[in-house]
Nanobody, 126 residues
């Protein structure tokens, strides 16, 4: 079992920055890939970014490439999402997730992730 707790969300103006954190507990954090997803009202949950177990392989949605950066600190059992140049369309609840079945490969499919946090709200005002 893996427990995930997100933090760092809030209200920010367009063009601003936020850093989300996701603290993991339970199974060995460095054993699995991690991802960030988001869900806006009335929309499906979508992949934002993912990172493999050691942080050497990352993957991003086209909509956030060049603006968001995912990273992890295995010593702190934490994965981060640095979000810069935020836009109103980035407004959503952001979730971190653990892909227990993979360590080296990062996938973007929601159903492939085994454990989820409760989410943190990010609101970008125009």
């Amino acid at each position: 079992q893996v427990q995930l707790v997100e933090s760092g969300g809030g209200l920010v103006q367009a063009g601003g920055s936020l850093r989300l954190s996701c603290a993991a507990s339970g199974r060995t954090f460095s054993s699995y890939a991690m991802g960030w997803f988001r869900q806006a009202p009335g929309k499906d949950r979508e992949f934002v970014a993912g990172i493999n177990w050691i942080g050497r392989s990352t993957n991003y949605a086209d909509s956030v490439k060049g603006r968001f950066t995912i990273s992890r600190d295995n010593a702190k059992n934490t994965v981060y999402l640095q979000m810069n140049s935020l836009k109103p369309e980035d407004t959503a609840v952001y979730y971190c997730a653990a892909d227990w079945s993979r360590s080296s490969v990062v996938v973007s499919t929601t159903s492939e992730y085994d454990y989820w946090g409760q989410g943190t709200q990010v609101t970008v005002s125009s």
